[in-house]
T-cell receptor
């Protein structure tokens, strides 16, 4: 079993839909990151969380330390949100989920 | 302000050769991280340098090595290249280990795509 599990692996949505991507982890962590990777490989760090909730524009990230679970929400999704979203946890080193491939159709 | 830069963008090598990849962090950042993303696989942590010292290492053989220079730029060396070393190698930088949680926020470079034939 992977130490960082993401679901779903693939997600297709219509423009405007509310999106949720989940991440569960089994190791002790000091922080959790949500990353966005576009085709071509470039990675952008969206959030770094150690507790609670963060919001940036249409993106919201939450973390429940007791349940070892985090969610990334995208409100009013747009085709430009199409990318792979990766959950990463920082303990002694960084461990990554396999990613969720999101496709938003117009 | 310039972001994290990596060179070269693409690198083609033959099995058995050595590859050297370079990373320049954001100005003021002292930590550099290296990651491997092989085709069809997720990101894997390779190395972490801070203030010139290797702080942590992922589960990779010793032929993967690196160093961090006094100006905080970093080099990743891969010796005795194997076909499965073909991957996108990403570098990230952060402020460092002091200053609270925000100092661990990582900023990624565009990557070096290494192809081993």
């Amino acid at each position: 079993k992977n130490e960082v599990e993401q679901s779903p692996q693939n997600l297709t949505a219509q423009e405007g839909e509310f999106i949720t991507i989940n991440c569960s982890y089994s190791v002790g962590i000091s922080a959790l990151h949500w990353l966005q990777q576009h085709p071509g490989g470039g990675i952008v760090s969206l959030f770094m969380l150690s507790s609670g909730k963060k919001k940036h524009g249409r993106l919201i990230a939450t973390i429940n330390i007791q349940e070892k679970h985090s969610s990334l929400h995208i409100t009013a999704s747009h085709p430009r949100d199409s990318a792979v979203y990766i959950c990463a946890v920082r303990g002694g080193d960084m461990r990554f989920g396999a990613g969720t491939r999101l496709t938003v159709k117009p | 302000e310039a972001g994290v830069t990596q060179s070269p963008t693409h690198l083609i090598k033959t099995r058995g050769q050595q590859a050297t990849l370079r990373c320049s962090p954001i100005s003021g950042h002292t930590s550099v991280y290296w990651y491997q993303q092989a085709l069809g696989l997720g990101l894997q942590f390779l190395l972490w340098y801070d203030e010139g010292e290797e702080r942590n290492r992922g589960n990779f053989p010793p032929r993967f090595s690196g160093r961090q220079f006094p100006n905080y730029s970093s080099e990743l060396n891969v010796n005795a290249l194997e076909l499965e070393d073909s991957a996108l190698y990403l570098c990230a930088s952060s402020l460092g280990t002091s200053g609270g949680l925000h100092s661990y926020e990582q900023y990624f470079g565009p990557g070096t795509r290494l192809t081993v034939t």
